[in-house]
């Protein structure tokens, strides 16, 4: 995982961590009462984003996009450096070298749909800026019951969507680590439909990653759940990221 994907996880391992602040938990437990029920409606819609059809494309900081299609419990993630699938059945890993496809291909022994837990795949084929619906919400769910991190909410139109966005600041940092790039802030916004449509982060490096929507329909392409024509296909037990 390089540097600007931890960016954004170091979020999850900082406010997960807080239960060994100690001192002055006590005085901010209304704060974390008050960022509960902030986050708690936006994560609940974005949480039941799993069940719409749609295409979404997000544009990246680099510049580069990358394509979300869903019609479940079919998904797809389609980036610069290849795409994801996952349908009833398998897993897809694709990417091209030299101008051919090749696809590792695993059973989808879990039945599940697009989660948080699939970082690595959405990193290998969007690169580590990108950030889906599960992640976003796992971020938020942690960060909500850290005593001191404070929320700012606000309305904007982004893609054209009505969409509800929290500001988060305030998060603790590992000081047993100062040296390590950590989230010190991050902005989620969710359209009224619980589409993401705008994730922002920004490390202790004061580097910002993030995704915007900038388009958005409720069709698909059946052909976004396939492999590409003519990639040669590879059955793997677990697909590596790696290669």
């Not at 995982?1 to 239960?19: D, E």
């Not at 869903?70 to 059945?89: C, V, W, Y």
Request: glycine content about 10%; aromatic content about 6%.
């Amino acid at each position: 995982m390089n540097l600007r994907t931890r960016a954004v996880f170091a979020v999850a391992a900082a406010v997960l961590g807080a239960g060994t602040l100690g001192c002055g938990i006590v005085s901010k437990a209304k704060q974390a009462v008050d960022n509960v029920s902030a986050i708690s409606d936006l994560a609940d819609k974005l949480g039941k984003s799993d069940q719409l059809t749609y295409t979404g494309e997000y544009k990246l900081d680099d510049g580069s996009t990358v394509s979300v299609v869903q019609q479940p419990p079919k998904a797809a993630f389609i980036g610069k450096q290849g795409r994801f699938i996952l349908t009833e059945d398998s897993l897809l890993l694709c990417d091209t070298q030299n101008g051919k496809w090749t696809c590792q291909r695993s059973p989808n022994q879990n039945k599940f749909s697009a989660s948080a837990d699939q970082a690595a795949y959405m990193s290998a084929v969007a690169g580590g800026g990108f950030i889906n619906a599960p992640m976003a919400v796992a971020l938020m769910t942690a960060a909500a019951v850290v005593p001191g991190t404070k929320i700012e909410k606000s309305e904007k139109k982004i893609a054209g969507i009505q969409s509800t966005c929290l500001r988060v600041t305030g998060i603790p940092q590992d000081k047993n680590d100062p040296s390590a790039v950590q989230a010190k802030e991050f902005t989620v916004c969710v359209g009224d439909n619980g589409v993401l449509t705008t994730f922002t982060g920004i490390g202790t490096d004061d580097k910002k990653i993030g995704v915007e929507l900038t388009k958005f329909s409720t069709t698909v392409d059946a052909k976004s759940f396939a492999a590409p024509a003519g990639a040669k296909i590879v059955d793997v037990e677990r697909i590596d990221t790696s290669k």
